[in-house]
């Protein structure tokens, strides 16, 4: 049998199930064009100067490694010409990106985190980009409005696209355009993304749990019930033994969840009272692809994709990955 590039796939959601039109077809196949370009980067490490910090802080008052700015400027560079983008924004960026006045636009909104898990880079550790795609809203006249941060501001279940590439051993591309979340594998040599996993499952059940146990002592009563009960194993009310994994690198710990199970939990606490991770840019499309997967996502009391955003650069909780533990822990929070 054939191989399915990635191109041919998106050809088929156009033609066959009418899912995306040309515009959101050419934006895909953009956005993974960039992640091919950062995955060189990535692996080039050392060899190419890349490691380190670039002595920038970005908009969240974190320091900006060198690979965090190229990643960035590989993706604006990429998708600003295409004509199909109203704007763009970027958790390295304070404020959207509008597109330069010399290129046409288009009707949709890009949103990414060009380099997730950047303080992994520089221990060779897996780290990868994640991506959003959202519709500008149409004002009365029919046409597109002002692409500004508010345009932005809807909630993860408009999404039309989704993905996440992981640079780790191999290369890896998931995606989703609300037919299931799929996986591709980088294919160095031919410089294409191939289909090697359709219609990914995540385990409804798992006995493995994912989250910063630094942060035990401030956590609120519901997430430490929870984890103890994990921790209490086969002696305890849960009657199983579970394993733990914390890869500090969101794409990686969610690819994991992704293929074997599991849950993965940064919930708020004394110090994040609002979450660590990004809305906008790391728990939406996580939480889409997530649920295209048969998973579930919230962030303790409501469903993720849900959430009216208040802000391009907002923080929440997360909670994700196999359904019954998700619900669990939801459970707990009632
Ligand atoms: O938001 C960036 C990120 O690196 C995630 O990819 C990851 O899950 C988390 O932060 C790691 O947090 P910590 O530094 O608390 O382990």
Known sequence: MSRITLTRFLIE???????????LRLLIETVARACKAISNAVTKG???????????????????KKLDVLSNEILLEANEWGGNLAALASEEMETPHPIPTHFPKGEY??????????????????VGTIFSV?????????????????AFLQPGSTQVAAGFAVYGP??????TVGDGSHGFTLD??????ILTHPDIRIPEDTQEFAINMSNMRRWEPPVKRYIDECLAGTSGVRGKDFNMRWVASMVADVYRI??????????????????????????????????QAGGAATNGSDRLLDLKPEGLHQRVAVVLGSK???????????
């Open 109 to 126: 909104l890009l949103l990414f985190d060009p380099l997730d898990g950047s303080s992994n880079i520089d221990v060779n550790v897996s």
């Open 46 to 64: 050392a060899l190419a100067g890349n490691l380190g910090s670039a002595g920038t802080d970005n908009v969240q008052g974190e320091v900006q």
């Open 134 to 150: 959202l519709r500008c809203p149409k004002v009365a006249d029919g046409g597109y409005c002002e692409a500004d941060e508010q």
């Open 324 to 334: 019954n533990e998700v619900e669990r822990v939801a459970g707990y929070h009632k």
């Open 258 to 291: 992704l293929t074997r199970g599991g849950i993965f939990m940064y919930p708020r606490d004394e110090k994040n009272k609002s979450g660590r991770l990004r809305l906008m840019y790391e728990a939406n499309p996580m939480s889409f692809i997530v649920e």
């Open 188 to 193: 160095r040599e031919m410089g294409s993304f």
């Open 170 to 175: 191999t290369t890896m591309l998931v995606l």
């Open 13 to 23: 959601r156009q033609r066959n199930k009418q899912l995306i039109n040309a515009d």
